[in-house]
């Protein structure tokens, strides 16, 4: 079982920069694939990022490509979120999420353990 916790969330102004981070507890971090979600007032929960075990692959939905960028340090049992560019579309709680086996998914049914969420707010 892992536990994560995310951190880095904040109010900024629409053009600037975020970097999320999100701490897993447990000796088997390098063995999960990881995930980002976001979700917004009275919106479903969506996929935003997700990256393999070893950082080989990544994924991302198509309104931050260019913008957002995943990356893990299996090290330091982390995996991080930097958002640039960011837009008051981006405004949400942002999870996330690992999974057990296999290949990240852009789906939340596919993940297996989630954090408490860190608030993004950006005004215009």
């Known amino acids: 079982q892992v536990q994560l916790v995310e951190s880095g969330g904040g109010l900024v102004q629409a053009g600037a920069s975020l970097r999320l981070s999100c701490a897993a507890s447990?000796?088997?971090?390098?063995?999960?694939?990881m995930g980002w979600f976001r979700q917004a007032p009275g919106k479903e929960r969506e996929f935003v990022a997700a990256?393999?075990?070893?950082?080989?692959?990544?994924l991302y939905t198509d309104s931050v490509k260019g913008r957002f960028t995943i990356s893990r340090d299996n090290a330091k049992n982390t995996v991080y979120l930097q958002m640039n560019s960011l837009k008051p579309d981006d405004t949400a709680v942002y999870y996330c999420?690992?999974?057990?086996?296999?290949?990240?998914?852009?789906?939340?049914?596919?993940?297996?353990?989630w954090g408490q969420g860190t608030q993004v707010t950006v005004s215009s």
């Open positions: 999420a690992a999974r057990e086996s296999g290949w990240p998914r852009r789906t939340p049914d596919e993940y297996d353990y």
């Open positions: 447990g000796r088997t971090f390098s063995s999960y694939a």
């Open positions: 990256i393999t075990q070893s950082s080989g692959s990544r």
